[in-house]
């Protein structure tokens, strides 16, 4: 199995090698690839030295699969060279999420539309995987209606130079920004541009991604996405109105053998998910459950991911994984 990482050099890419070490994909030869200017560098996977590449290269190496996170505009530019060349993309950008022709997954949900003939999958937005895999298994019995949702997220998902601005100003040294504000002691309420309607792409992301992963255009989304000083995991307050009524214990029961989901609901004992405990982690942890009391059939939860594992990189290994395990790959 030829795998090509495209953008190897970066966080997601890092984490891409990573986790298909740590998975044991059956990698038998590795190609990874980046900007121009990392070409000939080197990256470790399994112990072994492998040199950065250029992108026509890689076309020519005809990897059975490709798995970009290398920003938008790279992969409105190649993926679709990759796939004209038989090479299966699995793109973490937003570029291909909301191309109705192309597939967009977490694999616990919908995994079942792959076909054969699917070039360019897309891997949804962090903040989307963890808020639908804990919201998947209740939309089965209860039926989704409306989702209110504040997140919390880190500054990985923004990148290196947000992880150095952060570090820097907890040090006091001054250096290159990642954001227009200090990150350190403070939130910023905007993740991505603002949009016409006064959100910001970020919060339109988990609007839209959101119906077309559930595979349900009537359910009704808000979103409020808000930048904060934490290295590694985001956080979510989800306020969740169904269509049926609910059980607390049964809501509890469903989540707890939901595959992918770690229910953390112990307020007694003031247990929780934070994001410092899914470190490192590929689950989604699920804990605050309670109900809405303001409002019926409505529930309240606190939803908490590794952002860069099964928000990102995880979730497009397990693509693979799926698309190996049911011989889509050709």
């Known amino acids: 199995m030829k795998i090509a990482i495209v953008g190897a050099t970066g966080l997601v890419g890092t984490k891409m090698l990573q986790v298909l070490a740590e998975r044991n994909f059956p990698v038998t030869e590795l190609i990874p690839v980046a900007s121009e200017r990392s070409i000939g560098k080197e990256v470790v996977f399994r112990e072994k030295q492998y040199k950065v590449v250029s ?15 290398a920003g938008g505009e790279t992969s409105l530019e190649w993926a679709p060279a990759f796939a004209a060349a038989g090479i299966t993309v699995i793109d973490n950008s937003s570029a291909w999420r909301m191309d109705e022709t192309k597939p967009l997954i977490v694999p616990e949900i919908n995994a079942d ?21 804990a919201l998947d298994p209740l939309h089965k019995k209860y039926g989704v209606k409306r989702i209110v949702v504040s997140t919390y997220q880190s500054v990985t998902g923004t990148g290196v130079k947000a992880v150095t601005q952060l570090l820097n100003e907890r040090q006091g040294i001054a250096g290159e920004r990642a954001y227009k504000y ?10 991505d541009v603002f949009l016409d309607n006064g959100y910001t792409k970020e919060e339109m992301k988990m609007v839209n991604e959101t119906k077309k992963i559930m595979r349900d255009e009537t359910i009704r989304v808000t979103a409020t996405t808000v930048r904060i000083p934490v290295v590694g995991g985001h956080s979510e307050s989800v306020n ?7 059980d607390l214990d049964e809501v509890r029961s469903l989540l707890q053998s939901a ?6 609901d112990d307020p007694a004992n003031q247990l929780y998910p934070m994001p410092m ?19 019926a059939n409505t529930l309240n939860m606190w939803v908490v991911s590794d952002n860069l594992r099964k928000g990102a990189a995880t979730n497009a290994v397990q693509i693979a994984e799926y698309l190996l395990a049911n011989e889509l790959l050709v």
């Open 113 to 133: 539309i792959l076909t054969k003939n699917d070039k360019i999958i897309a891997n949804p937005n962090c903040s989307t995987i963890q808020m639908v895999m």
């Open 240 to 246: 969740v109105e169904f269509n049926k009524e609910f």
């Open 55 to 69: 992108m026509e290269d890689t076309i020519m190496a005809k990897p059975a699969l490709a798995i970009f996170s």
């Open 277 to 295: 405990e899914a470190h490192e982690k590929d689950e989604v942890f699920v804990g605050r459950l309670r109900r809405d009391e303001s409002q």
């Open 182 to 191: 200090p990150i350190d002691l403070n939130a910023i309420p905007q993740i």
């Open 259 to 264: 595959p992918g989901i770690i229910v953390v």
